[in-house]
């Protein structure tokens, strides 16, 4: 924290200066930049949990599906669609449904479907690109997402992975909507119920706001020694131009907000749509603050780094079809 505020802060110092600062004056506009760009989901993540933690977890899970398999996974990825958040305030919300009991392949589904896919979002990406191609990215994350839940309840299934300790039955007879009315009615909805409400938010998101702090420090060093000509030049619609993107991907730390933009110069000035896709959830199969999160809250590190070894090939794979039909 205090070396993103001292970068944040310097921008300031350098804007009004004409001199020349070498790495320190693009390391602090970039820092500028990322915490400008993601604080608001942040913030909004920060409440969400908040909210989960209030929510007891028979409704978590009766929304989500007690059950593994395939509707659990379907709904896990809808659920990641529809929030409208960006990637770290999604991450801060799949570690709590973790924590509230869902499995493991329910959060992988959640978290890979999710930080490009909110609507706002989708209609920057429409706007960039166009609806065929937005949908067709839309499309193809959410099976991916599927498929990763598929694989870790598997893998969880035959004590390849360790399974969530934190998972709960429903009570015999439980009725979401009527259980909600119920719950809504009980609670008194004002200031002292917000405030509590955001202190807990602020407790639990600790973990996640830690990585993320360090991720805007890593990602401002990236930016500040490699210049973005330097990236376009190489996301070329090629098995090479692939590779690179998913490593820069993996490097560079970037929010949906920012991602999204860069995704779509990809894919209308270096003409790879398939880069363009695989750079959108390359951040998400490859990002190194959702890995130690993921470790951190499921106490595994296997099962964090399961995440990139069952996403990344099947975006390689989707990324270098796209290329294949489109360029040929």
Same mark, same amino acid.
């Given at each position: 924290?205090?070396?993103?505020?001292?970068?944040?802060?310097?921008?300031?110092?350098? @804007?009004?200066?004409?001199?020349?600062?070498?790495?320190?004056?693009?390391?602090?506009?970039?820092?500028?930049? +990322?915490?400008?760009?993601?604080?608001? !989901?942040?913030?909004?993540?920060?409440?969400?949990?908040?909210?989960?933690?209030?929510?007891?977890?028979?409704?978590?899970?009766?929304? =989500?599906? &007690?059950?593994?398999?395939?509707?659990g996974i379907w709904r896990a990825t809808f659920a990641g669609i529809l929030l409208d958040l960006c990637s770290h305030g999604i991450l801060m919300v799949g570690a709590k449904l973790y924590e509230r009991g869902?499995?493991?392949?329910?959060?992988?589904?959640?978290?890979?479907?999710?930080?490009?896919?909110?609507?706002?979002?989708?209609?920057?990406?429409?706007?960039?690109?166009?609806?065929?191609?937005?949908?067709?990215?839309?499309?193809?994350?959410?099976?991916?997402?599927?498929?990763?839940?598929?694989?870790?309840?598997?893998?969880?299934?035959?004590? *390849?992975?360790?399974?969530?300790?934190?998972?709960?039955?429903?009570?015999?007879?439980?009725?979401?909507?009527?259980?909600?009315?119920?719950?809504?009615?009980?609670? %008194?909805?004002?200031?002292?119920? =917000?405030?509590?409400?955001?202190?807990?938010?602020?407790?639990?998101?600790?973990?996640?706001?830690?990585?993320?702090?360090?991720? &805007?420090?890593?990602?401002?060093?990236?930016? @500040?020694?490699?210049?973005? /000509?330097?990236?376009?030049?190489?996301? !070329?619609? %090629?098995?090479? !131009?692939?590779? *690179?993107?998913? +490593?820069? @991907?993996?490097? +560079?730390?970037?929010?949906?907000?920012?991602?999204?933009? &860069?995704?779509?110069?990809?894919?209308?000035?270096?003409?790879?749509?398939?880069?363009?896709?695989?750079?959108?959830?390359? !951040? $998400?199969?490859?990002?190194? %603050?959702? *890995?130690?999160?993921?470790? /951190?809250?499921?106490?595994?590190?296997? +099962?964090?780094?399961?995440?990139?070894?069952?996403?990344?090939?099947?975006? $390689? =794979?989707?990324?270098?079809? &796209?290329?294949?039909? %489109?360029?040929?």
């Amino acid at each position: 924290m205090a070396l993103v505020a001292t970068g944040y802060i310097s921008h300031w110092l350098f @804007a009004s200066s004409s001199a020349e600062i070498g790495w320190l004056q693009p390391f602090s506009h970039s820092t500028f930049e +990322l915490v400008n760009t993601i604080w608001w !989901g942040i913030a909004i993540g920060i409440v969400m949990i908040g909210i989960l933690g209030r929510v007891p977890r028979e409704f978590v899970m009766s929304a =989500l599906g &007690i059950r593994t398999g395939v509707g659990g996974i379907w709904r896990a990825t809808f659920a990641g669609i529809l929030l409208d958040l960006c990637s770290h305030g999604i991450l801060m919300v799949g570690a709590k449904l973790y924590e509230r009991g869902a499995s493991a392949g329910q959060v992988m589904a959640f978290l890979v479907a999710s930080p490009w896919n909110s609507f706002s979002l989708t209609l920057i990406l429409i706007a960039l690109i166009g609806i065929p191609w937005t949908i067709a990215f839309i499309v193809f994350s959410m099976v991916i997402a599927f498929i990763t839940g598929i694989v870790f309840d598997f893998l969880v299934a035959n004590k *390849i992975l360790p399974s969530n300790p934190q998972q709960v039955e429903l009570p015999q007879g439980f009725r979401f909507w009527p259980e909600a009315k119920k719950g809504f009615a009980a609670t %008194t909805f004002d200031c002292k119920w =917000l405030g509590q409400t955001i202190m807990h938010g602020i407790k639990d998101s600790r973990m996640v706001v830690r990585w993320i702090l360090f991720g &805007i420090i890593l990602a401002s060093l990236v930016r @500040a020694i490699v210049s973005p /000509d330097q990236f376009q030049f190489l996301f !070329g619609p %090629t098995l090479l !131009g692939l590779g *690179i993107t998913i +490593l820069t @991907a993996t490097v +560079l730390e970037v929010c949906s907000e920012g991602s999204t933009p &860069i995704a779509a110069d990809i894919l209308t000035r270096a003409g790879a749509p398939g880069n363009s896709f695989a750079f959108l959830m390359g !951040g $998400v199969a490859t990002d190194y %603050t959702e *890995i130690m999160v993921l470790k /951190d809250t499921t106490r595994s590190l296997k +099962l964090a780094l399961f995440l990139p070894l069952i996403t990344v090939p099947q975006v $390689v =794979l989707i990324g270098w079809l &796209i290329n294949l039909t %489109t360029v040929t």
